[in-house]
């Protein structure tokens, strides 16, 4: 078993490379383009979005407390359509992105503690790159590579931005792996 604390360098150092990459890969990489599409009539949905939700937040439309999911009014207007699901932003959020950027960075940190744990509690000081490399490549990828596909079930991400999703998170998962296995005490 390896301790923690010897791994705090590639922890660190994995998660200021899967930061970079990841943003690198959002602003200069072509794949992620098309994930969002225009409306056809942008000022006409912004204005009924502002005057029909309260902020912030996620809407789900056509909505029914529980108990009356079931009743025939509400599949009626499920039949109807459409159907989905909105996610208001704030402004602000958006304006000035260093917020949501520190929390990716700490979420990639935490992921590279997570996989650190694991990596410290099943190989033993001195393992060798590629066992390393096998068993912080899974585990990483299970963090970042699954993450588009709840959305895609439950919450209407198309199936292929979800699949984009994964191949992103195989490259953080590869890169976490060959960190840690250098990185590995010796």
């Known amino acids: 078993m390896v301790s923690l604390a010897t791994l705090w360098l590639p922890i660190l150092l994995t998660g200021v490379v899967v930061f970079t990459v990841s ?20 000022d ?14 996620m809407y ?16 009626e207007r499920l039949a109807a359509g459409p159907v989905g699901i909105l996610r208001v932003r704030d402004p602000a959020d958006v304006i000035d992105m260093k917020p ?18 694991l990596a410290s509690i099943t190989l033993e ?11 912080t490549s899974v585990a990483a990828f299970m963090a970042h590579g699954f993450i588009g596909f709840q ?5 209407g991400l198309p199936g292929g931005v979800a ?11 590869l890169l976490t792996a060959g960190i840690f296995g250098w990185l590995w005490p010796m």
Do not use: C
Request: charged residues 20%; aromatic residues 12%; hydrophobic residues 50%.
């Open 23 to 42: 943003a690198t890969i959002w602003m200069v990489m072509p794949h992620h383009k098309n994930d969002f599409a225009r409306s056809d009539d942008e």
């Open 44 to 57: 006409a949905l912004m204005d009924a979005v502002r005057d029909s939700v309260g902020g912030p937040g």
């Open 60 to 75: 789900m439309f056509p909505w029914a407390p529980d108990g009356e999911q079931t009743s025939e009014g509400y599949r």
């Open 100 to 117: 949501a950027m520190a929390k990716s960075i700490l979420l990639h940190l935490v992921v590279a503690v997570f996989v650190a744990y």
């Open 125 to 135: 000081q001195g393992a060798a790159y590629m066992s390393v490399f096998k068993v």
């Open 151 to 155: 959305e895609s079930i439950w919450f």
């Open 163 to 173: 699949v984009k999703h994964a191949l992103d998170g195989l490259v953080y998962a």
